[in-house]
């Protein structure tokens, strides 16, 4: 079966540091993966470089099959291919619905207000009320974006990237400034997501979330990838613990 998504010997050099360097790997379609690593270690890098918001210095990209390295973000995303950023980037000046209804344009144009205009409003508005319901923003659709919670705020974001008819999702910190309860609502539906198909890659930092909701991780410390397993088996690699944890544990005892 072809792989949902897959990156061959990525390499990327800012001036004198090496951000990515040479990581390859697989993802099977419907695979839930968890993305983690110390701070610095390359992974929103290695993100965009899937995404075609940066090109690589050396290796290849390849979606379901096809090799999209050399091709823009806009054509990625009639692809399949949908990313959610750190942080959230809205139209502000726009109501929740219409936010999930322009995402949508992207579809079949790189123009999504030329889209809004060639669909139907009904059709395209029951598809995005459907959306906002699959990630708990029922009730909230014609408020305006300013007047939303940062944790409701990350579920539009993720509407956003749904509305794109995604076979691929990137999530790039979805959890982060979010409070327990929170996170755990937002990674819930995540996982919901995932089980209706949709191969999903997720670079998080909550820990205790990513390690529930994953079914694989990926480690990478400082541009290289040093574990590739399940949670448990990932997280008791004595290599993790030296570069994350104990980073991690370094920087709460300073």
Same mark, same amino acid.
Do not use: N, P, Y
């Given at each position: 079966m072809t792989s949902a998504l *897959? $990156? &061959?010997? #990525? %390499?990327? @050099?800012?001036?004198?540091? *090496? =951000? $990515? =360097?040479?990581?390859?790997? +697989? #993802? %099977? @379609?419907?695979d839930l993966v968890g993305l983690i690593g110390p701070n610095g270690a390359?992974?929103?890098t290695l993100l965009k470089i899937i995404a075609g918001l940066l090109a690589p210095d050396a290796g290849r990209v390849i979606i379901a099959g096809m090799d999209v390295t050399n091709l823009p973000t806009e054509l990625r995303v009639r692809k399949g291919l949908a990313i959610t950023h750190q942080v959230v980037r809205p139209f502000r000046s726009m109501s929740v619905l219409d936010n999930v209804m322009l995402a949508a344009g992207h579809r079949v144009t790189a123009n999504p207000f030329v889209a809004l205009l060639r669909y139907r409003r &009904?059709?395209? /508005?029951? !598809? =995005?009320?459907? #959306?906002? /319901? +699959?990630?708990g923003l029922v009730g909230e659709e014609h408020k305006s974006v300013m007047a939303l919670p940062l944790g409701r705020l990350k579920r539009l974001e993720v509407a956003r990237a749904l509305a794109v008819d995604p076979v691929l999702i990137l999530l790039d910190e979805p959890l982060a400034g979010l409070n327990q309860r929170e996170a755990a609502q937002q990674a819930d539906v995540i996982a919901a997501i995932n089980a209706k198909g949709i191969t999903t890659v997720l670079i998080e930092h909550n820990l205790a979330e990513v390690m529930r909701? +994953? !079914?694989r991780l990926l480690v990478l410390d400082q541009g290289r990838i040093i574990a590739d397993g399940t949670p448990h088996d990932v997280m008791t690699d004595a290599r993790v613990r030296e570069a994350y944890l104990g980073k991690a544990q370094d920087d709460a005892a300073a």
């Open positions: *897959q $990156v &061959d010997a #990525i %390499a990327i @050099r800012f001036g004198g540091v *090496q =951000a $990515v =360097a040479g990581v390859s790997c +697989s #993802i %099977a @379609r419907g390359g992974k929103t &009904d059709t395209e /508005e029951a !598809r =995005a009320r459907e #959306i906002l /319901e +699959s990630v909701v +994953s !079914r």
